[in-house]
């Protein structure tokens, strides 16, 4: 369980986030959604610990997470960020086998190379295991990048945009994946854009506007058409199927 | 049981470090059988193993054991250093083009070690010049990283240009003190035969001042490896993978420092070493850092090593000095990496 409360950062003069408020239960894939520029790296960032200059606080398990250390916070919660730049060739496995570093700590055990390969074959890259990331295409390199949240043993996997660069097959996947390892026990959150996959996949999900925490909570309550006009400021019609379900169009 | 995976790469990593290392012999054995005199590790193995009142070329084994020797151990463990300083830079600047001479390590080193030599206090401390090197080394290092650190994702020209300001700044004053010098001829004959670099006249005393230094800096790189090979994805992912970032830059700046200085205040400069080594290397055995530095390290000598064979045999019996025929060929070799230069992602 993720609580922030009360949660703001400034840069200089500018808010970036206003008092935000959110929990995110445990086992739940929780997406957070809003226009460029409203705030959700930040919000991640905050969360896993890479942006300290906050008020408010996060309690994680309801522990404070700034007084977690370097150690524990790395084997509670793994970070995958949009941009990667990786300056040298190293293969999809050993990039996947480093991301296990906190439980290797450099001296990578059969048990690192199995979840790495186990992880990367999910993604479906079990053929480009053993060719470098620079030789990839951009949808590969993602998904290589993506195979460390797979590897991982944190419970807590956060990710800052996760979909950039996919194309739609690979994206529906990777939201399945999502969905199934909150179901297996781990706590998946996620900035993204796509509104139909997020309706699809998310268990929960939270709106954020210029700073400022728009609606949040389980899907079905917080994907309504009132929220989606406030936050993106676009028209949104909502129609019902033959069976009676709920489509926004936008 | 081990993974295939593990087996595998184990059995490469063993044939390449296996390959390095038989031809940094070869050259060690090379290196010690040319020269202006005609000696040979027979006349060596004669000498140790018969009686030493019987042989006949007196001067021979004297050759090999007080000239020849020492002077391919020097060169092999200075290339050894720079290679794994170029290593270790290129990682922590997460740029295939940080070196010590692009950075202006050696630059410093060079400087604070001419004034040095310029206030006469050289002849006190056999450690006086390492030591003056070192803190060259290390100011301009973390002067260079902190000026990049600034600038946003760490972009290639600002480094490059940070170090070509840095280190022409440091070759000016360089040349200042020299020629401030210059009255008093032999202190300038001296310092500008060391600055030049090289191997002549470098014996056992040169590798009683290097070899600590030397073995203290490989050591530090080798545990530094581990974390260095995480910094691929940057600081941040870094961090959260439970690498402690401000204590990696700090102990690899000065393990960089400590090779390089100390490498710089026995041999000049030697530029470039510690570019192309490490650059042909990687394309060789892939960028996992320790392999990475073991090999660069072990190919880092054997070129030094027949680059110094090289300067002193090519127009024999008068040598050139091995840091221009580095620069010789380094400096085109730089050219082409920065011509060759794939976009990143």
């Given at each position: 369980?993720?609580?922030?409360?009360?949660?703001?950062v400034?840069?200089?003069?500018?808010?970036?986030l206003?008092?935000?408020n959110?929990?995110?239960?445990?086992?739940?894939f929780?997406?957070?959604?809003g226009p460029n520029?409203?705030?959700?790296?930040?919000?991640?960032?905050?969360?896993c610990?890479?942006?300290?200059?906050?008020s408010?606080?996060?309690?994680i398990?309801?522990?404070d997470?700034?007084?977690?250390?370097?150690?524990?916070?790395s084997k509670?919660i793994?970070?995958?960020p949009?941009?990667?730049?990786i300056?040298?060739?190293?293969?999809?496995?050993?990039?996947?086998?480093l991301?296990?570093f906190p439980w290797?700590?450099?001296?990578?055990?059969?048990?690192?190379y199995?979840?790495?390969?186990?992880?990367?074959?999910?993604?479906?890259?079990?053929?480009?295991?053993?060719?470098?990331?620079q030789?990839?295409?951009?949808?590969?390199q993602?998904?290589?990048?993506?195979?460390?949240a797979?590897?991982?043993?944190?419970?807590?996997?956060?990710?800052?945009?996760?979909?950039?660069?996919?194309?739609?097959?690979?994206?529906?996947?990777?939201?399945n994946?999502?969905?199934?390892?909150?179901?297996?026990?781990?706590?998946?959150?996620?900035?993204?854009?796509?509104?139909?996959?997020?309706?699809?996949?998310?268990?929960?999900?939270?709106?954020?506007?210029?700073g400022?925490l728009?609606s949040?909570?389980?899907?079905?309550?917080?994907?309504v058409a009132?929220?989606?006009?406030?936050?993106?400021?676009?028209?949104?019609?909502?129609?019902?199927d033959?069976n009676?379900?709920?489509?926004?169009?936008? | 049981?081990?993974?295939p995976?593990?087996?595998?790469?184990?059995?490469?990593?063993r044939?390449?470090?296996?390959l390095?290392?038989?031809?940094?012999?070869?050259?060690?054995?090379?290196?010690?059988s040319?020269?202006?005199?005609?000696?040979?590790?027979?006349?060596l193995?004669?000498?140790?193993?018969?009686?030493?009142?019987?042989?006949?070329?007196?001067?021979?084994?004297?050759?090999?054991m007080?000239?020849?020797?020492?002077?391919a151990?020097l060169?092999?463990l200075?290339?050894?250093?720079?290679?794994?300083?170029?290593?270790?830079?290129?990682?922590?600047?997460r740029?295939?083009l940080a070196?010590?001479?692009?950075?202006?390590?050696?630059s410093?080193a060079t400087?604070?070690?001419?004034?040095?030599?310029?206030?006469?206090?050289a002849?006190?401390?056999?450690?006086?010049?390492?030591?003056?090197?070192?803190?060259?080394?290390i100011?301009?290092?973390?002067?260079?990283?902190?000026?990049?650190k600034?600038?946003?994702?760490?972009?290639?020209?600002?480094?490059?240009l940070?170090?070509?300001?840095?280190?022409?700044?440091?070759?000016?004053?360089?040349?200042?003190?020299?020629?401030?010098?210059?009255?008093d001829?032999?202190?300038?004959?001296?310092?500008?035969?060391?600055?030049?670099?090289?191997?002549?006249?470098?014996?056992?005393?040169?590798?009683?001042?290097a070899?600590?230094?030397?073995?203290?800096?490989l050591i530090?790189?080798f545990?530094?490896?581990g974390?260095l090979?995480?910094?691929?994805?940057?600081?941040?992912?870094?961090?959260?993978?439970?690498?402690?970032?401000?204590q990696?830059?700090?102990?690899?700046?000065?393990?960089?420092?400590?090779?390089?200085?100390?490498?710089?205040?026995?041999a000049?400069?030697?530029?470039?070493i510690g570019?192309?080594?490490?650059h042909?290397?990687?394309?060789?055995?892939g960028?996992?850092?320790k392999?990475?530095?073991?090999?660069?390290?072990?190919?880092?000598?054997?070129?030094?090593?027949?680059?110094?064979?090289?300067?002193?045999?090519?127009?024999?019996p008068?040598e050139?000095e091995?840091?221009?025929?580095?620069?010789?060929?380094?400096a085109?070799?730089?050219?082409?990496?920065?011509?060759?230069?794939?976009?990143?992602?």
């Open positions: 369980m993720i609580a922030c409360t009360n949660l703001s400034s840069k200089k003069e500018f808010s970036i206003n008092h935000v959110i929990n995110i239960p445990d086992r739940s929780y997406t957070i959604l520029g409203s705030g959700k790296t930040t919000l991640l960032k905050c969360i610990g890479l942006n300290q200059e906050y408010g606080t996060i309690k398990n309801k522990e997470a700034k007084t977690f250390d370097e150690e524990k916070l509670n793994t970070w995958i949009e941009h990667l730049n300056p040298f060739e190293y293969t999809a496995l050993e990039l996947t086998v991301g296990r290797h700590q450099g001296h990578p055990k059969m048990i690192d199995e979840k790495a390969i186990e992880a990367l074959a999910i993604l479906d890259l079990q053929k480009k295991q053993n060719q470098s990331i030789s990839m295409s951009s949808g590969e993602k998904k290589t990048l993506l195979a460390r797979l590897a991982s043993e944190a419970e807590i996997i956060i990710l800052d945009e996760p979909l950039a660069n996919l194309d739609l097959a690979a994206a529906k996947k990777v939201c994946i999502f969905r199934k390892l909150s179901e297996e026990g781990k706590t998946i959150v996620a900035s993204l854009h796509d509104l139909s996959l997020t309706y699809r996949f998310a268990t929960h999900c939270a709106f954020l506007k210029a400022i728009v949040s909570g389980v899907k079905e309550s917080v994907f009132n929220n989606i006009e406030n936050t993106y400021e676009v028209n949104v019609e909502t129609v019902y033959s009676g379900l709920p489509h926004l169009i936008y | 049981m081990t993974h995976y593990i087996k595998r790469n184990k059995t490469t990593t044939n390449a470090i296996l390095s290392s038989i031809i940094c012999i070869i050259s060690f054995i090379l290196a010690i040319f020269g202006s005199s005609s000696s040979n590790l027979a006349d193995f004669q000498y140790i193993l018969s009686d030493t009142t019987a042989h006949s070329n007196e001067s021979a084994p004297l050759i090999l007080t000239i020849r020797i020492p002077r151990l060169a092999g200075c290339g050894a250093a720079l290679a794994a300083a170029g290593v270790i830079s290129q990682g922590l600047f740029n295939p070196s010590p001479t692009i950075l202006g390590t050696s410093g400087l604070t070690a001419a004034v040095v030599f310029y206030l006469g206090t002849n006190n401390h056999w450690l006086t010049i390492p030591i003056a090197a070192f803190f060259g080394a100011f301009s290092t973390s002067f260079v990283f902190n000026l990049a600034k600038t946003v994702n760490w972009d290639i020209e600002h480094l490059l940070t170090g070509v300001a840095l280190s022409s700044l440091f070759g000016a004053l360089t040349s200042l003190i020299i020629s401030l010098s210059l009255e001829y032999q202190k300038t004959a001296a310092t500008m035969h060391w600055m030049l670099g090289g191997f002549s006249a470098r014996g056992w005393e040169h590798i009683k001042i070899i600590f230094p030397f073995i203290i800096g530090l790189t545990k530094l490896s974390p090979n995480v910094l691929v994805f940057g600081e941040e992912v870094a961090k959260n993978l439970s690498v402690n970032i401000a990696l830059r700090k102990k690899s700046i000065l393990a960089i420092s400590l090779l390089v200085g100390t490498s710089v205040s026995v000049g400069a030697l530029p470039f570019l192309v080594i490490p042909i290397t990687r394309k060789l055995v960028p996992e850092q392999r990475l530095l073991l090999i660069s390290a072990l190919n880092g000598a054997s070129i030094t090593i027949l680059a110094d064979l090289i300067a002193r045999t090519i127009r024999s008068l050139f091995v840091g221009i025929l580095t620069s010789l060929l380094g085109p070799f730089f050219l082409w990496i920065i011509l060759s230069r794939k976009p990143l992602i």
